[in-house]
């Protein structure tokens, strides 16, 4: 082999190692890069937020405009139209999310200005209130579990619309019942409830169109 031929047959064996180093380079690189993403994704998936607590809530559902003069507070009527909170019983105002459950009282006047128990959740960071069950008051302070009532196909809805079944008029209905097991009252509400629970005892279904 001549010195040309052997120089530059040295030449292309060099480079040759380069590319072969360089690759292992950029494939040891991705890899490093792959398991960074999945060690990320497994440490976001361990930091979830836990779930939304259940929680009661007692208070009137009013128009936020009413709540804020109630309180002294002046405002332009028209920018606050529609807009619904409960003034809890002590003294905070939560705006309600007009969703499936919530919608209700933007709708219906006959849900609003009257003591309530709300059983519902709120997300962390956020000042609303997602309604999960509504409980009103008769004229004797017994609690009534509160919704909508198709009489033909003995279906329940939670906002006025049509039944979803027969596209017929559904009625408010009111059903005597005690809160779920779930929901823990403050110790010193438990005998005070029961006492007066008890001078009421549990009537019939009503409703109202």
């Known amino acids: 082999m001549t010195p040309k031929l052997?120089?530059?047959?040295?030449l292309l064996m060099t480079l040759a190692a380069g590319v072969a180093i360089g690759g292992d380079e950029r494939s040891d690189?991705?890899?490093?890069?792959?398991?960074?993403?999945?060690?990320?994704?497994?440490?976001?998936?361990?930091?979830?937020?836990?779930?939304?607590?259940?929680?009661?809530?007692?208070g009137e559902v009013v128009f936020l405009h009413d709540a804020l003069k109630k309180r002294g507070?002046?405002?332009?009527?028209?920018?606050l139209s529609g807009q619904?909170?409960?003034?809890?019983?002590d003294g905070r105002?939560?705006?309600?999310v007009p969703d499936w459950r919530g919608r209700a009282f933007y709708q219906d006047d006959r849900l609003r200005n009257r003591r309530v128990e709300l059983i519902g959740q709120r997300k962390s960071g956020l000042p609303y209130l997602q309604v999960l069950m509504v409980f009103t008051f008769d004229e004797n302070g017994g609690r009534q579990y509160t919704d909508y009532w198709c009489d033909i196909c003995a279906i329940p809805m939670y906002e006025i619309?049509?039944?979803e079944c027969c596209q017929g008029d559904i009625e408010?209905?009111?059903?005597p019942q005690d809160l779920p097991d779930y929901i823990k009252k403050p110790a010193h509400e438990q005998s005070t409830a029961r006492?007066?629970?008890?001078?009421?005892?549990?009537?019939?279904?009503?409703?109202e169109r």
């Open 172 to 175: 408010l209905r009111f059903q």
């Open 73 to 79: 507070v002046n405002a332009y009527e028209e920018e």
């Open 6 to 10: 052997s120089t530059v047959v040295s």
């Open 84 to 89: 619904i909170v409960l003034d809890t019983s």
């Open 93 to 96: 105002l939560i705006p309600i």
């Open 29 to 58: 690189s991705a890899s490093s890069k792959t398991q960074d993403v999945a060690v990320d994704e497994k440490k976001a998936s361990e930091t979830k937020a836990p779930p939304t607590r259940k929680e009661l809530f007692r």
């Open 161 to 163: 619309k049509l039944c």
């Open 195 to 207: 006492s007066s629970e008890g001078d009421h005892p549990a009537g019939r279904n009503s409703t």
